[in-house]
């Protein structure tokens, strides 16, 4: 089983950046995919971006495709999301997942494990 303990966010201005991470502990970060998440007040759970376990394979939701960068560093047992051009839209608790099966799916039904979530806040 996996821990993971989300850090990074913050309150920015439209068009700032933000560096989220999600560091685990446990066994098995290496040989899971991972992915991001976010959730804003009223609005369900939504996917942001997914990764495979060896990084090669990446996704993004529209909404942030050319913005966000999902990327992770095995030997630290860390995902990152890099996001940048932030408009008030984004804000949101983000929450980083991994999925066991390794497959890089946009449904949250795929992942086992979740964090606590950190809140990014863009103003306008």
């Known amino acids: 089983q996996v821990q993971l303990v989300e850090s990074g966010g913050g309150l920015v201005q439209a068009g700032g950046s933000l560096r989220l991470s999600c560091a685990a502990s446990g066994g098995g970060f290496s040989a899971y995919s991972m992915a991001w998440f976010r959730r804003a007040p009223g609005i369900e759970r939504e996917f942001v971006a997914a990764?495979?376990?060896?990084?090669?394979?990446?996704r993004y939701a529209d909404s942030v495709e050319g913005r966000f960068t999902i990327y992770r560093d095995n030997t630290k047992k860390t995902l990152y999301l890099q996001m940048t051009s932030l408009k008030p839209e984004d804000t949101a608790v983000y929450y980083c997942?991994?999925?066991?099966?390794?497959?890089?799916?946009?449904?949250?039904?795929?992942?086992?494990?979740w964090g606590q979530g950190t809140q990014v806040t863009v103003s306008s």
């Open positions: 990764i495979s376990w060896s990084g090669e394979t990446t």
């Open positions: 997942a991994a999925n066991r099966r390794g497959t890089t799916g946009a449904g949250p039904g795929s992942y086992d494990y």
